[in-house]
């Protein structure tokens, strides 16, 4: 696990570290896109499935499925997400590099196939990104919005599936490139961005804490989840 930080002198006399703390590595201070490590989870092929909340908002977004009688395997979407394919009826769009994915991306499905025997549809052995389109609440304005993202995937000869984990941009309605990926690094403290809530992690609106993971909520939409070290 990276993690971002910034020190700077408060009081003179005391020092506070704030790092930026999840399942996650964020890219940078101000940079957008967030990486969610998944530690190379390999999915053996079998009639069973696993759910993602993608953006650790306590929500499942997508499911990776291995079922049915074929059997066959899958992303699907869950609870208003989508998964972006070619048109409205193709669910066999696997791969998405290099796809710009944004409010102006044509077509979403509820799923995407990667085997698929009664159509003899086999994506092949190899590296994909499928690119996803997850619903979720803005607690800037408390209304739903989108978030842009991609699953990074492996899958095998045997059927196994390997998620290397996925990238999403955490402004709502904001397009991301996939393939584009964090840069890290320690930015300057330089926005104009204003703070106008804080959030712990169960959603719940409360007042700065030392010592203790926060989430922080600007008027541009943004969050960041923060832990103040005072000492």
């Known amino acids: 696990m990276r993690f971002f930080f910034l020190i700077f002198d408060k009081k003179t006399t005391m020092k506070t570290t704030l790092l930026f703390l999840s399942v996650f590595s964020i890219s940078s201070f101000f940079g957008q896109i967030v990486f969610v490590d998944n530690y190379d989870g390999v999915y053996s092929y079998g009639n069973e499935s696993w759910s993602f909340d993608m953006n650790s908002d306590g929500v499942d ?9 074929g059997p066959y395997n899958l992303f699907e979407a869950i609870g208003g997400s989508k998964i972006q394919a070619n048109n409205a009826s193709d669910d066999l ?8 994915i944004g409010l102006f991306t044509s077509f979403w499905n509820d799923k995407g196939y990667l085997w698929y025997p009664p159509a003899q549809f086999d994506i092949g052995v190899g590296n ?9 609440t803005n607690p800037a304005n408390d209304q739903d919005g989108f978030l842009f993202g991609y699953i990074d995937y492996t899958k095998l000869e045997t ?24 840069t890290l690094g320690i930015n300057e403290l330089n926005t104009t961005k204003k703070l106008i809530r804080i959030l712990d992690l169960m959603g719940r609106e409360t007042s700065f804490k030392p010592n203790t993971p926060l989430i922080y909520v600007y008027d541009d939409g943004s969050i960041e989840k923060v832990f103040s070290v005072e000492y």
């Open 93 to 100: 769009t696997v791969d998405c590099s290099s796809d710009t």
């Open 128 to 136: 994909y990104k499928q690119a996803v389109r997850m619903i979720a």
């Open 61 to 69: 977004d997508f499911v990776f499925r291995q079922v049915g009688s």
């Open 159 to 182: 059927q196994d599936v390997i998620i290397h984990g996925w990238y999403y941009e955490s402004s709502f309605n904001q397009s991301i490139i996939v393939g584009e990926q964090p």
